[in-house]
């Protein structure tokens, strides 16, 4: 699962810490993995785990009050995960990424795959 919002808050505001320590706490007891990608106002996530977790857990994310314009970008099983052993990843994404992903969802249903290998490059995984 891939989605993007809007944040609430600026870059480096504490509400980016504690979404991040409670992703990262919840993630495991869940069995949930992924990436979390930020730049000057908005969050890209990338999640992965069993299906109904992450329905489950998209549903709160729409709750959560620190984002908004939440849109799920790409929803797919996959055979392998591309985020094993990172319960939350972060990263702050510098201006071009920023603007190669925002391409990407603007363009095309299959740019998002575009996008997709580009938070994994950033995240540093192959796949």
Known sequence: MLYTSLSRHPRGHSSDFDILQHAMQNNRDRGVTGYLLRDTDRFCQVLEGPREVLESLY?????????????????????????????????????????????????????????????????????
Do not use: K, N
Request: include cysteine.
């Open 59 to 127: 549903e709160r994310i729409h709750l959560d009050p620190r984002h908004y314009q939440i849109v799920l970008r790409m929803q797919r099983d996959v055979a392998e995960r591309s985020f094993l052993g990172w319960s939350m990843g972060y990263a702050t994404l510098s201006s071009s990424d920023a603007a190669i992903l925002s391409r990407c969802f603007a363009g095309p249903p299959r740019a998002v795959l575009l996008a997709f290998d580009r938070v994994g490059r950033i995240a540093g995984v192959s796949g």
